[in-house]
């Protein structure tokens, strides 16, 4: 009985998305219940309990004159949601690469996605040493610098979600597994805006993170400097923690970002390293 109501919550999921990509398709013109019906080919009482549903969340919208249907200004939100999250490496590039000249380091941008940080944009320095990293390429949270970044700003039921979902994996000897202890480590990441990743997730490397954020101060993504242990010190890579903090609030001012109109408790959610 479960595995039948659940294919059946899937083929109405379904027929949902082709209600509105066929709203879509559509344009201008708005479509009545018949015709949505007729040119999906399900019966009139499926198509309005579908179609109620969507009203209700604002993903469709139904004329009271006409009564015919179009896409509710829902989406508008979604897409610009989307839209914004896509428009951050174009402008963050520029940003990017100065902060690639400027540490010689390679310099990444990540954003979060079903748990775990991705990679959506690289950019290698003069003495940047050759990393397993490429733009696509998924990392965990609990021991990177951009995860942390990104795990920080997170609710904590969020947060014990994802953990509880994917782990807490010793890739080093330095990794954190202790939840306890990662959680004491957000705190000081949120209190103090600075941490450290000795060596968590690969041997020989550290690195230093920074929070992305939008025009609500919410972080979107991540940007992280990545410093080779056999050429750095504590005293190098505290000289870099501006330079990152810097660029990743350029990049926030240019996502809509306001530090004054932020509120007091995301002031304090400056910069991780590790």
Not at 41 to 65: F, N, Q, Y
Not at 97 to 103: G, V
Not at 173 to 182: A, I, P, V
Not at 211 to 222: E, I
Request: glycine fraction near 6%; aromatic fraction near 4%.
């Amino acid at each position: 009985m479960r595995k039948a109501g659940g294919t059946q919550r899937i083929g109405t999921l379904r027929t949902a998305a082709q209600v509105v990509d066929l709203l879509a398709a559509a344009g201008d013109r708005d479509l009545t219940l018949k015709e949505i019906s007729e040119m999906l080919g399900i019966t009139k009482p499926t198509a309005l309990r579908i179609l109620m549903t969507l009203t209700d969340l604002r993903l469709v919208e139904r004329d009271s004159e006409t009564q015919r249907y179009r896409l509710g200004l829902r989406l508008l939100e979604l897409g610009s949601a989307v839209q914004e999250r896509l428009q951050i490496p174009v402008r963050a590039r520029p940003l990017l690469e100065q902060l690639a000249q400027r540490t010689d380091e390679t310099v990444h941008l990540c954003v979060l996605d079903e748990g775990q940080a991705v990679y959506v944009d690289k950019i290698e320095g003069a003495q940047a040493i050759r990393l397993y990293s490429r733009i696509g390429r998924r990392v965990p949270l609990h021991c990177t610098a951009v995860g942390k970044v990104l795990l920080a700003d997170l609710p904590a039921a969020e947060r014990r979600r994802i953990i509880a979902r994917w782990g807490m994996k010793p890739y080093t000897k330095n990794t954190l597994t202790d939840y306890l202890l990662l959680e004491q480590a957000l705190d000081e990441v949120r209190r103090e805006g600075v941490a450290f990743d000795r060596e968590e997730h690969e041997e020989g490397i550290t690195c230093i993170g920074a929070p992305v954020r939008d025009f609500s101060g919410r972080v979107k993504a991540a940007i992280s400097v990545t410093v080779p242990v056999f050429r750095t010190s504590p005293e190098h890579l505290e000289q870099m923690v501006p330079w990152v903090k810097e660029t990743a609030l350029r990049i926030s001012e240019r996502c809509g970002y306001r530090p004054d109109l932020a509120e007091p408790s995301r002031q304090a959610q400056g910069t991780t390293l590790g």
